[in-house]
């Protein structure tokens, strides 16, 4: 993990204050955990998990996690996976 972060932020951006570096971290660091398979998930990621749970039981949510996904607000018919 730690030579995933730094090849993706250190070695690959220049940074002029240490807030950006950090700001940059925060995302990326985000962005990862939110796009990564577990096998504790049976290979899903987070979200897809989330998203297979509310499927068959919608009631034990207080709102549609399909809502919550970051992007743009657009209906796709085809999931696609990030794995």
Known sequence: ???TIKEATVKRYHYDSHHKFEEHLGDFIGAYNFGRCLKTLKGLTPYEYICKI???????????PTHQMP???TVSTETSSLC
């Not at 509310?54 to 549609?64: K, V």
């Open 1 to 3: 993990m730690n030579r």
């Open 54 to 64: 509310w499927t068959p039981e919608p009631e034990c949510f207080r709102i549609d």
């Open 71 to 73: 992007g743009l607000n």
